[in-house]
């Protein structure tokens, strides 16, 4: 029997984190379960006494990254699967958004996968194994109006991601950024910063209410199974999707972005290089 994996989930306390973290310790597996509070996993923590290690971490503060992964290696002595899927949501049009919130709301979206990453990775390079879960979004193929830097920090996580992939992929380390749609995470409630709005995209702002009472999250739980079946393959891919309805609206993006290259293919081409 194949000795039980270990998980290393950051954003663990709720959402998609706490979803992955139960589907792991229902599959017999272990876990160790990081957030900046991680008093919601207490009832996990009894559940799961001896298979489940949670402690306090704050993704955007470099050294506590480095000594809290540490420590989840300690835990268990290894980390076969890390999932960096702690995030928030700073909810605004850009011209709203002041520097403090821009810069505190990329320290957590993309500051702190990267430390994540480096901090994980001479790890799983020593034990010669080990994958990766980025979660960014399926949005990250174009930005949308009041929510274009939650959609920037996760597109420059995409795009970092894959060339993590590259570097790693010698050393047998797996890297696949996860690409979920909407779900019933906290995203909107506890992990919302809001800007103070500007009168002049009052109209706008009317608009885009209308889109989101429109809108229905999924419970995280049915993404679950997904990733258990992603983390089950010998060759998993670098990049998944992951709900029907998500699928069918990245495939209508790709198809307009692709649309419109070929509508001015013939400006495009008017230049060398």
Known sequence: MTEARVWFITGAS????????????????????????????????AQHPERLVVFPMDVADRAAVFAGVERAFAAF???????????????????EATEEQIRAHLDVNLFGAIWVAQAVVPHLREQGHGHILQVTSMGTGGGYA?????????????????????????FGIKVTVVQPGGYQTGLFTQGTTVTQENPAYASLREELAKTWSEAEDADPA???????????LPEPPSRLIVGSRSYDLVQQMDQARTAEYRAWESLSRKAAG
Request: aromatic share 4%; charged share 20%; glycine share 12%.
């Open 14 to 45: 709720r959402g998609l984190g706490r979803a992955f973290a139960e589907a792991a310790l229902a599959a017999g597996e272990r876990v160790v379960g990081v957030a900046r509070d991680v008093d919601p996993l207490a009832d996990l923590v």
């Open 77 to 95: 002595g290894r980390v076969d699967v890390a999932v960096n899927n702690a995030g928030g949501l700073l909810f605004g049009m850009v011209e």
């Open 146 to 170: 009041s929510v274009g830097l939650y959609g920037a920090g996760k597109a420059a996580l995409d795009s970092l991601s894959h060339a993590l992939a590259m570097e790693v992929a010698p």
């Open 222 to 232: 049915t993404a679950a199974p997904v990733i258990m079946e992603l983390v089950d």
